[in-house]
């Protein structure tokens, strides 16, 4: 069977296509309950607009669209994404726009979520997160025509809200050089997400023109029990580090579990930093050292950007302001190691 049309659903609702075309477009003439059969009927049906109609009538839907493509224990538990949201739904209420906000596992899931927003015209333009090396979704953002704004990477035709993780590194790394740290282990989320590898960049280049080794735990899943077994590993290695540096804290909260399993201190025999900071860092005992950055800020620019780029058609880039480290028990050890 072939895509639905207006005049199928009006033969299956008992109603005249007139009616169809009111409730599908929410307009008035029709009582709710009439509207409410027609909408299940369509619903059923399995009917979306067509997206080239929508095109050439110009209407538009008066939201955008950010998606969450990672599993669950990934994101659950990490302020970070609460914050992001936050911000950005207040950014989009000031330009009168709604957000609709959809989770993903995987990377396929959300190229197929897009295709479906267009054809449905569910949105008008989308935040994309998580920028990847050899990103597919800028390509097929642009064949859909589909505006949108990448947060964390500049690509052609789009907005961008950037943030300097080299930089960040780097003062992550001169820290911990002056409280004595010879080697640095460094517990990575996906090694496939363009900010991991610009921070582990970072970490090797400063560490390798201070003599500090530098050794990564790559694609651990962003949890506390993989980030224990991470830090297992490298604390039982040949040359295990006396520093430990963390995408998050979640991650740094498992990395505590290993060290004590260890009976090692941290902040004496193990430092530890986190590049994101929440009551996790603070109530630790001891306090870890984190990074201090505003998500709910991140997410106000992005949807700064994108209302920009929809209402005046330019695509701004927005750089954030380098974030402090605040320094904590976890790194200051009673006595610096010469």
Not at 43 to 54: D, M, Q, R, T
């Amino acid at each position: 069977m072939g895509r639905p049309t207006i005049k199928d659903i009006a033969k299956q609702a008992g109603v005249s296509s007139a009616a169809v075309s009111f409730a599908l477009n929410n307009r008035p003439g029709i009582s709710d309950a009439t509207r409410e059969r027609i909408l299940r009927t369509a619903k059923e049906a399995g009917w979306v607009p067509n997206s080239v109609a929508i095109a050439l009538s110009g209407s538009k839907a008066g939201a955008v669209g950010l998606i969450i493509a990672r599993p669950e224990s990934a994101y659950s538990n990490e302020r970070f994404f609460f914050e992001f949201i936050v911000g950005l739904q207040r950014s989009l209420t000031e330009a009168n726009l709604d957000l609709v906000f959809h989770t993903a596992t995987n990377l396929d899931e959300e190229l197929s979520m897009y295709r479906r927003w267009m054809a449905q015209g569910r949105v008008d333009g989308v935040v994309v997160i998580d920028p990847r090396v050899d990103d597919p979704r800028p390509d097929l953002l642009r064949k859909l025509g589909m505006p949108g704004v990448f947060v964390g990477a500049k690509h052609k035709d789009f907005g961008a809200v950037l943030a300097d993780d080299a930089a960040m590194m780097t003062a992550i790394v001169d820290h911990l050089q002056v409280q004595g740290a010879k080697r640095l282990g460094y517990v990575a989320g996906n090694f496939a997400l363009l900010h991991t590898q610009t921070r582990f960049a970072a970490l090797r280049n400063r560490g390798k023109e201070l003599g500090i080794d530098v050794v990564v735990a790559e694609d651990v899943d962003v949890s506390e029990a993989s980030s224990y077994e991470a830090v297992e590993k490298l604390l039982t290695s040949k040359d295990a580090p006396d520093a430990l540096v963390f995408d998050n804290e979640i991650l740094a909260l498992g990395g505590v579990q290993a060290v004590h399993r260890h009976h090692l201190a941290v902040g004496e025999d193990v430092l530890m930093v986190s590049c994101e900071d929440s009551d996790v860092c603070r109530v630790l005992n001891p306090p870890i050292t984190a990074v201090r950055k505003s998500a709910r800020l991140l997410g106000e620019h992005a949807g700064t950007v994108l209302s920009e780029l929809l209402n005046k058609d330019e695509c701004r880039v927005i750089v954030e302001e380098n974030p402090r480290l605040e320094e904590r028990e976890s790194t200051m050890r009673s006595t610096i190691l010469v």
